[in-house]
């Protein structure tokens, strides 16, 4: 609340505001701002979207506090733009929820398996080129001669850091260098 006071304070230093304005204010927030929020809370069944609508009324009013103070039930008016606000912010909800619905189902994503994590850490170890290439050609299932096209180097050379790559994954992995479980 001091944040928003100071800010706003200095608008209505600026504003040649009387003191009186911001005292009286003081009291009609203190007054109705839990009423307000509370009302707006049913209404919305979220105490926090119902307390950034209150604040958002209530800040409405304290920059029209001149005029809003004249009114009969300057509360009737903040309550108005706070139920507005509020319409508005379930209108959008509704029409979020209604795009997401139309949205294809995403199948949910297993988890990460300790298999996974091994590989990735054995990964880690290589050469940035000798990582590249197992990924390339493993993971993203592209052929030796469509790798050597796209780094700009022989197919021989992919050949042999897929080789020394296997090798080092095999090390890492505990594995024999016959490359059991490390092979295409």
């Known amino acids: 609340m001091c944040l928003w006071w100071e800010t706003h304070e200095r608008r209505r230093c600026r504003a040649g505001r009387p003191s009186d304005d911001r005292a009286a204010f ?21 105490r926090a979207e119902a307390e950034d609508v209150s604040q958002e009324a209530f800040l409405r009013a304290w920059q029209k506090w001149r005029d809003i103070s004249s009114y009969d039930d300057p509360v009737a008016w903040v309550r108005r733009v706070a139920w507005n606000l509020a319409t508005n912010r379930l209108r959008r909800l509704t029409v979020a929820a209604r795009a997401l619905r139309r949205q294809p189902l995403v199948a949910p994503v297993p988890g990460v398996q ?35 096209a796209s780094l700009g180097v022989p197919q021989g050379t992919v050949l042999s850091w897929l080789h020394r790559g296997r090798a080092k994954l095999a090390e890492h ?7 059991e479980a490390v092979t295409s």
């Open 114 to 148: 300790p298999d996974h994590v091994a590989l990735v850490a054995a990964l880690r170890t290589l050469p940035e080129r000798q990582r590249r290439v197992i990924v390339l050609h493993y993971i993203a299932d592209l052929p030796t001669a469509e790798i050597a």
């Open 26 to 46: 003081d009291r009609f927030f203190q007054t109705w701002y839990g009423r307000v929020s509370a009302q707006i809370h049913a209404y919305l069944g979220d």
């Open 173 to 179: 992995l505990g594995e024999t260098s016959s490359g």
